[in-house]
């Protein structure tokens, strides 16, 4: 048993770690404040392959595997959660590609992914009425001779007014899980239009936009996988993406537990610094101790589905783990500043806003436990 990541993924981290230092803190505050990522700093990522870490090479993937591209999301999301997300879902859209996709639809988005000519890729499943309920889907995809004709609607898409590509979930079938299809449809397609932007508490670099499909029409071959079979597809993706959320969780805490110990050497009260005040020491001792935790429950997911291995309940236990343990760091970070934490000049504050999202998006702490009920009752 190996507690130590190996040398690939020390080098990917350590990629990571120097871009986020030297790219993405400066503009962190900024990018919160302004509510937009610059196109650089994606483009830069893609140049660097952090937006198709697990991809094949041939696709122009980095293929450097899961706990590489959790390590490294972690770095990213140290520095800025909301550009974390980014990367994390447009990893998601060229894996999801990548593993349903023919031929010809890898040769078509993978690349363009790869290399930042498509900024983004967003995932296309939640609808307002359909959340951690996929199978409420209103959204349906009709034959008409060799097109899909699309309709419907879907909620809490990021990116979703940049992505080059979207994987949208939509009804083929009958009611319920078994009649979902999954589809690739590009950004400017006829009938596709962009909704209001979500004035969000956290993460809000990252834009989360409504879709609106009016008679979408697709060709045959943007279906993404099987007929019907676009439930597996997304039950797939997101035990993937729970991994991701985790390690983002991960990063954030990470950024915060750094903060409060900076501050509390720094800061005195009664004639010393807080460290030295036992209150803080077992606030911090919690924190880092939750965090590697974390990150040790994290690691173990990825590793399961890097080599293939059954990994959906580990992968929700790191969520559900990692993304409540980091709501409690920066909670403790941001009583650890008092007052100052409370007021923006001071990063904790904008740990705290953007680590509460963790525990809802790709599947709330509610429905990790449900996962994982199930699989300890069998």
Avoid at 45 to 55: E, H
Avoid at 85 to 102: D, H, K, L, P, Y
Wanted: hydrophobic content about 45%; overall charge neutral; aromatic content about 6%.
């Amino acid at each position: 048993m190996d507690f130590e990541l190996d040398e690939t993924a020390v080098m990917v981290r350590d990629s990571a770690r120097e871009i986020a230092t030297k790219e993405i803190v400066p503009r962190a505050a900024s990018i919160d404040r302004e509510g937009r990522i610059p196109p650089e700093v994606l483009l830069l990522l893609a140049k660097n392959t952090m937006m198709t870490l697990a991809v094949p090479e041939e696709l122009g993937g980095a293929d450097v595997g899961v706990v590489a591209y959790s390590a490294a999301l972690s770095e990213i999301a140290k520095a800025c959660a909301s550009t974390a997300v980014t990367m994390s879902v447009t990893n998601m859209v060229a894996e999801v590609i990548t593993t349903f996709g023919t031929d010809a639809q890898k040769k078509r988005y993978v690349p363009k992914i790869a290399d930042g000519t498509l900024r983004a890729g967003s995932f296309a499943l939640s609808e307002p009425e359909a959340g951690s309920d996929p199978g409420a889907m209103r959204t349906t995809a009709k034959k008409d001779g060799d097109h899909w004709v699309i309709d419907g609607a879907k909620q809490w898409i990021t990116s979703g007014d940049f992505a080059g590509v979207f994987v949208v979930w939509a009804r083929t079938g009958g009611a319920g899980t078994r009649g979902i299809s999954c589809f690739l449809v590009e950004q400017g397609e006829k009938g596709l239009s962009i909704g209001h932007h979500e004035d969000k508490m956290g993460l809000r670099g990252s834009s989360t936009v409504a879709l609106h499909f009016e008679g979408v029409r697709v060709p045959e071959s943007a279906l993404l996988g099987e007929l019907n079979g676009g439930f597996k597809i997304a039950m797939m993706a997101l035990d993937g993406g729970r991994i991701g959320i985790a390690s983002q969780a991960i990063g954030i805490a990470e950024a915060a537990l750094a903060a409060a110990v900076e501050y509390a050497k720094e800061r005195k009260t009664f004639g010393k610094p807080i460290a030295d005040h036992q209150a803080i020491q077992w606030m911090i001792a919690d924190a880092r101790t939750e965090l590697d935790a974390a990150r040790l429950l994290t690691y173990r997911a990825a590793y399961l589905k890097q080599t293939k291995q059954m990994f959906s309940s580990q992968a929700a236990m790191a969520k559900l783990y990692a993304t409540e343990a980091a709501g409690r760091i920066c909670d403790r970070a941001l009583q650890i500043h008092g007052g100052y934490g409370y007021v923006k000049e001071y990063d904790v504050e904008r740990y705290y806003r953007d680590v509460r999202v963790t525990r809802i998006y790709e599947g709330t702490s509610e429905i990790q436990r449900v996962v994982i009920g199930r699989s300890v009752l069998g």
